[in-house]
């Protein structure tokens, strides 16, 4: 077939139609000089720089030319092509996409042939005829830009265009490198037909097409033809019809050209020339090509979705914490520069430990029960006791940077180093773990102190010498108790179900600051969520100190596992699209405590939901056993609620996310609140978020322990020779505590919530506000 008749008319600048001989000009002439030069030995040389002006070619010796030539290696590597990487939720559901460049590779079998034939004719009709260098397009090129002074039609074959996308790819997101790479220079040009010859040597030619569509840019941050696919007509690369793959094929000589979104008649019209390329090339019929012309564009366009802030059901902010994790574990790369290459790269399937489920009763709880317009907000983080694993972490502000629908990308949830904040004073959340040290320490569970209403801070032993109080008689130089009639001797139950400031401050005093921040480093609790160290002050048992909700959750884990504290896990699975496994970081556990010690503290803490303990109005659904920590801080600032059942951990904070609102005569979720504390605010949420998270779930129970109660105390006004007068105690008077004599557990199946409904209502929350009260430190951190 001659060139002629291959040519459409409607193209006729495209032909080898001969011309009238005409006067020649020195610029002609200097366009025969090329012609003459591309018979030569050294054609293929600089003939590849016929896509600059014919004038810019004067100067160039041959014998330099070659020498540049052969001066370039041949071990050309294509770099592993950036794609796309999916991460799925513990049930395979798709979180979101992420990715610096949208792709996904494809093989030769998933995409659709007419796609491949339609690339080829617009871009290299005879791309299967020739090698790395066309020759006969060389000439044509090489008359048109002699004849007009300047870059009317370049010659590169479709190998030399995937090598020039290869130098991109490698350019990465450096803009001067990008530009290197598409700079129109000799030098460029040399280089780029060496490597293609290379690539001639060692690849076939439907490797070769298959590499090409793989690579090239599509327009709308498509890369590759699977992405284009997805992009314009939601379909993928293998079931594309005639006039997407002609319109898909016409983009890429110039995607912003012909973007279909913003010039459809440009696109239409170039769609059309590649459908008449198709039959001048015989690959269809005149009647195809006229059934293809007549269809509209029919574009069925899905803007892009890019990262975590496409996330779905609030899981926006553990995604970004699982991207976090891929770009610190040193498991994932030695460096973090290999560490951001493989997230970068991407075409990662990542399989995550989320529980959408749970996630979906987290996200409930935390959006209804506090409105995003609110001035405060909540977090939540749930996990599996025993293996670490995150099963659920959302907050009430969405994930974003539209600061008028107040989003934000700080994931309250989680330490600063992982994407949250400094994080948020615990409270009396934390004298859980001054429990657990004094009871490793080897006091007894039957421990009681004296805990007077207020005393001065006292001098503690630290890790590295003595705390002393400077302040003594001044303000900042005491601690009180919350309630004017809370005053001691108090044991462990009863301190912890009331929360009492001074019982746990004489505890650090017995057993030193330093056995407190070591079972704190033990339980996770390596430092602050800033990332600065603990600080040995008394007030740190009051949770003075900043910590995150996965923190605290941990914590809480570790005691329903018997003591097995296990790192926070994210990730179950990477696997490569290719089928390759990506190695994780195994559990990391480890024994915090005795099987004992923990069983005393969840024996302890089941008395705090129970009748008479600050949590005691926070049962499930369900009834089952559930034991946790309220805490409140300085002006209510910031309120928790910690919290367990022997198979399911979560810690609920609630304040402003600043750290200043003091969460006084507020309405929050559209409630008003006099004042809020643990039982209060974030109490309910975690109520409403674990009645849903364990409806499914077995029902197991804790190992407890039988602790005594304490004798009563005596009544000063009770007479010489009567009886004791009525304990005031507490939940701990003989009977009616959390344990019974003689009982192994703390509960009878389920928790004894009736016990409560024999209380005047008006009675029972003015009781519930006196006790919690106990819960906020008076010092702030």
């Not at 990008?178 to 290379?198: C, H, P, S």
């Not at 990308?409 to 429990?435: E, H, L, R, T």
């Not at 590295?464 to 003594?472: H, I, P, S, V």
């Amino acid at each position: 077939m001659s060139p002629k008749s291959r040519i459409p008319a409607s193209d006729p600048g495209d032909t080898w139609v001969p011309r009238p001989r005409r006067r020649e000009t020195p610029l002609g002439m200097v366009g025969h000089g090329l012609k003459f030069l591309g018979y030569s030995t050294l054609a293929g040389v600089l003939l590849a720089g016929v896509a600059l002006p014919a004038a810019g070619a004067l100067g160039l010796g041959a014998k330099s030319g070659a020498e540049s030539f052969e001066s370039i290696p041949d071990d050309f590597k294509t770099p592993p092509l950036t794609q796309a990487t999916q991460i799925y939720d513990a049930k395979g559901g798709l979180i979101a996409k992420v990715y610096e460049r949208d792709r996904t590779v494809l093989p030769a079998d998933q995409m659709a042939p007419l796609i491949r034939q339609a690339q080829v004719d617009i871009e290299d009709a005879r791309f299967y005829e020739h090698g790395a260098v066309d020759l006969k397009g060389v000439l044509r090129a090489i008359t048109k830009n002699a004849e007009s002074g300047a870059t009317v039609q370049g010659a590169s074959t479709l190998t030399q265009q995937y090598v020039k996308n290869v130098n991109v790819e490698k350019a990465g997101d450096d803009p001067q490198a990008v530009l290197d790479a598409q700079r129109k220079t000799l030098g460029r040009k040399i280089e780029e037909l060496r490597y293609a010859i290379k690539l001639e040597e060692d690849l076939t030619k439907d490797q070769i097409l298959t590499n090409y569509l793989n690579i090239t840019f599509y327009g709308h941050q498509a890369y590759g033809i699977q992405a284009a696919a997805q992009r314009y007509f939601s379909k993928d690369a293998k079931d594309l019809n005639l006039p997407e793959a002609a319109m898909l094929a016409g983009l890429v000589q110039n995607p912003s050209q012909y973007d279909p979104k913003l010039h459809p008649v440009a696109a239409q019209k170039r769609r059309d020339t590649v459908i008449d390329k198709m039959v001048e090339n015989k690959h269809i019929t005149a009647e195809q090509a006229r059934e293809a012309k007549a269809v509209p564009l029919g574009l069925k366009y899905k803007e892009p979705q890019n990262g975590c802030i496409t996330a779905n059901a609030g899981m926006g902010f553990f995604c970004d914490y699982v991207r976090h994790v891929v770009k610190q574990d040193p498991v994932f790369g030695k460096t973090a520069a290999e560490r951001k290459k493989l997230w970068d790269q991407g075409g990662l399937n990542v399989y995550t430990t989320l529980d959408p489920d749970k996630q979906a009763a987290a996200q409930e709880a935390v959006t209804k029960k506090v409105f995003v317009t609110d001035p405060v907000s909540a977090a939540m983080t749930m996990v599996e006791p025993g293996s670490g694993k995150i099963l659920a972490m959302t907050q009430t502000r969405p994930y974003g940077l539209d600061k008028d629908k107040n989003q934000t990308v700080v994931n309250y949830n989680v330490d600063a180093a992982m994407g949250g904040g400094n994080g948020f004073q615990p409270g009396s959340n934390f004298k859980p773990i001054v429990a657990a040290a004094a009871l490793e320490a080897g006091l007894p569970s039957t421990q009681q102190y004296p805990a007077p209403n207020r005393m001065d801070w006292p001098t503690t032993k630290t890790c590295d010498g003595t705390w002393k109080n400077l302040e003594k008689g001044k303000k900042g130089g005491s601690i009180p108790n919350e309630s004017a009639g809370e005053s001691g001797p108090y044991d462990l139950k009863q301190a912890m179900a009331l929360s009492v400031n001074t019982y746990f401050v004489q505890m650090e005093q017995e057993i030193g600051l330093c056995a407190v921040k070591q079972m704190a480093n033990k339980l996770g609790v390596a430092g602050k969520a800033s990332g600065a160290p603990l600080q040995e002050l008394p007030a740190l048992g009051l949770g003075t100190q900043e910590v995150s909700p996965l923190v605290m959750a941990n914590v809480y884990a570790t005691f329903a596992a018997r003591g097995t504290y296990c790192a926070p896990v994210a990730i179950n699975r990477i696997v490569t699209v290719d089928g390759r496994d990506v190695p994780v970081s195994p559990a990391k556990c480890s024994q915090a405590m005795s099987e004992n010690t923990a069983d005393v503290i969840n024996t302890v803490l089941l008395g705090v939901t129970e009748k008479g303990g600050t949590a005691r109005d926070l049962g499930l659904d369900d009834d089952r056993q559930i034991a946790g920590k309220t805490g409140t801080t300085d002006e209510k600032k910031s309120a928790w609620f910690s919290g367990y059942t022997a198979n399911l951990a979560a810690s609920v904070w609630l304040g402003g996310p600043a750290g200043g609102v003091p969460m006084k005569n507020i309405r929050i979720g559209g409630a008003y609140f006099p004042e809020i504390f643990g039982a209060t605010g974030p109490g309910p949420i975690w109520q409403m978020a674990m009645s849903r998270a364990v409806r499914d779930m077995p029902e197991a129970r804790f190992n407890t322990v039988y602790i005594p109660d304490p004798p009563p105390k005596k009544d000063p006004t009770a007479s010489p020779s009567g009886g004791t007068g009525s304990p005031s105690g507490g939940p701990s008077s003989p009977g009616t505590g959390p344990n019974r004599p003689g009982g192994g557990s703390s509960q009878q199946p389920g928790r004894p919530r009736n016990q409560q409904s024999q209380q005047p209502q008006q009675t029972q929350q003015a009781q519930t506000q006196q006790q919690d009260q106990q819960d906020q430190p008076t010092t702030e951190g």
